[in-house]
């Protein structure tokens, strides 16, 4: 069996065997096996949840499990959901963080407050 490639010259499909492995037929150049593709958990509107590879997103499908037609959507993908939620809990983490300074800063002034009082008082007696 031929390994499919896929060239840079655009030509996928079956690789020509050459002395260094499999060269594209169209262009002779030597060609590297097909990448890969990314496969996104996209779930349908009841939440079953499809594997798909990049180049299915933006094609409309039916669920098997519940006959609910939808489209495949990279952003509707539990890893761009995932992703979104961990930059929402980073942004809520450096807003905690922010308030948290902000109250020490207060606490800080407010001591020194405490403190410049009782050193008037003291002085002043
Ligand atoms: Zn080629
Ligand atoms: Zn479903």
Redesign the pocket.
Known sequence: MVATIS?????SGPGQPGSKGLV??????P?VAAPEEKIWRVPCPKGHVFRAPESWMGKSMVCPKCNEQFTLQISDSLEKKEELRRRQEQADAKFAKTWLNRAIAAAVLFGLLIIAMVVMSVIRR
């Not at 060239?7 to 030509?11: L, T």
């Not at 594209?24 to 150049?29: F, I, S, T």
């Open positions: 060239c840079s010259c655009g030509y594209c037929p169209l262009c002779g150049e060609a």
